[in-house]
C-alpha cells in the first residue's frame, strides 16, 4: 500500500512506451511518405524554352530562304540552321512543307514534375505550331507563332492562311 502512495501521477506519465511511440511514429510517417510523393520540381534543366527559339528560328530561316530562292526548303542543311531536333526534354518537332506553305510542330511530351519521377504530376507545357505562306497578289510572305492557351499533348491544329494573313487555331494566341 505505501508504494501505490509514494508513486506520484509525474512518474506514470513519463514512462514512454516504446510500443506507442513505433505507432504514433508509424502514423505520423505514411502521410508524409506520400505527400513528398506530390512535391512537385521543376524539368530537370535550367535553361528556358528551347520550343520558342527552335520554332522561330525555322521560321525566320524559311522566310530568308523563299526570299533568294523563290521555294520554300525541304531540309534542314539548306537552311543553314542545323537540325531540328526530333525531340527535347520537353517537345517533339515535326515540319511540313507544302508548295506555297511550311509548318512547325513542337508537341508537348509528358513530362513528370514530381519528386520521384512517377508521373503522379506532369508539366503544364504549352503546344506550338508555327507557319509561313507566301501570299501571291502580296508578293511577300507572311508568318505567325502560336502558343496554346492551356496545356495539351496533342499535336496542334495548322494556322489558317486567309487573306494574305495567318489566323491562330482556336485555343491558341499568335506571339
Same mark, same amino acid.
Given at each position: 500500500? &505505501?508504494?501505490?502512495?509514494?508513486?506520484?501521477?509525474?512518474?506514470? &506519465?513519463?514512462?514512454?512506451? /516504446?510500443?506507442?511511440?513505433?505507432?504514433?511514429?508509424?502514423?505520423?510517417?505514411?502521410?508524409? @511518405?506520400?505527400?513528398?510523393?506530390?512535391?512537385?520540381?521543376?524539368?530537370?534543366?535550367?535553361? !528556358?524554352? /528551347?520550343?520558342?527559339?527552335?520554332?522561330?528560328?525555322?521560321?525566320r !530561316?524559311?522566310? !530568308?530562304? $523563299?526570299?533568294? $530562292?523563290?521555294?520554300f526548303?525541304?531540309?534542314?542543311?539548306t537552311?543553314?540552321? @542545323? &537540325?531540328?531536333p526530333?525531340?527535347? %526534354?520537353?517537345?517533339l518537332?515535326?515540319?511540313?512543307?507544302?508548295?506555297?506553305?511550311?509548318?512547325?510542330?513542337?508537341? /508537348?511530351?509528358?513530362?513528370?514534375?514530381?519528386?520521384?519521377?512517377?508521373?503522379?504530376?506532369?508539366?503544364?507545357?504549352?503546344?506550338?505550331?508555327?507557319?509561313?505562306?507566301?501570299?501571291?497578289?502580296?508578293?511577300?510572305?507572311?508568318?505567325?507563332?502560336?502558343?496554346?492557351?492551356? &496545356?495539351?499533348?496533342? %499535336?496542334? /491544329? %495548322?494556322?489558317?492562311?486567309?487573306?494574305?494573313?495567318?489566323?491562330?487555331?482556336?485555343?491558341?494566341?499568335?506571339?
Amino acid at each position: 500500500m &505505501s508504494d501505490l502512495l509514494e508513486k506520484s501521477p509525474k512518474e506514470d &506519465s513519463r514512462k514512454r512506451n /516504446p510500443k506507442r511511440i513505433m505507432a504514433l511514429t508509424a502514423i505520423g510517417a505514411i502521410p508524409l @511518405g506520400i505527400g513528398i510523393c506530390f512535391i512537385q520540381v521543376p524539368i530537370g534543366c535550367a535553361c !528556358a524554352d /528551347p520550343g520558342l527559339s527552335i520554332t522561330g528560328s525555322y521560321l525566320r !530561316a524559311q522566310q !530568308a530562304y $523563299h526570299l533568294e $530562292h523563290q521555294t520554300f526548303s525541304k531540309s534542314y542543311e539548306t537552311l543553314g540552321i @542545323g &537540325s531540328i531536333p526530333e525531340k527535347t %526534354k520537353r517537345y517533339l518537332f515535326s515540319t511540313e512543307v507544302i508548295s506555297d506553305r511550311v509548318y512547325i510542330y513542337a508537341t /508537348p511530351r509528358e513530362v513528370p514534375t514530381d519528386l520521384f519521377g512517377l508521373g503522379l504530376t506532369k508539366a503544364k507545357i504549352s503546344a506550338l505550331v508555327g507557319a509561313v505562306g507566301y501570299d501571291e497578289k502580296r508578293k511577300e510572305t507572311d508568318s505567325v507563332l502560336c502558343i496554346a492557351e492551356g &496545356s495539351t499533348f496533342d %499535336k496542334p /491544329p %495548322k494556322p489558317v492562311f486567309n487573306g494574305g494573313k495567318f489566323t491562330c487555331p482556336s485555343g491558341f494566341y499568335a506571339r
